[in-house]
């Protein structure tokens, strides 16, 4: 005799998923609805803004080349890294 409580599949009932009330269908209609909306207005500004942007007030800045300092120049003891260590002792 078999006793675990998994479902019987030699009786070959299928169950149909439960259809949503009329109510929640309309309901999510509109969600869809208001939800597209939205995003088409904002897609809407967006291409309003970038048309009407004016490229010569954008300005090209040259990134400045870092160079490496020499004889490992970059590492500086400063008070403020000397107030740190102090911090760190036990």
Known sequence: MHTCACPDTTSGVIMKPAKQPAIEQAAMRRRKLLGAAGTTGAL???????????????????????????????????????????????
């Open 44 to 90: 809407a500004a967006a291409a309003t803004l970038l048309a009407t942007r004016d490229d010569k007030s954008v300005v090209q800045v040259e990134p400045e080349a870092n160079t490496a300092p020499k004889q490992g120049g970059g590492y500086r003891v400063t008070d403020h890294v000397m107030r740190y260590y102090q911090t760190t002792k036990v």
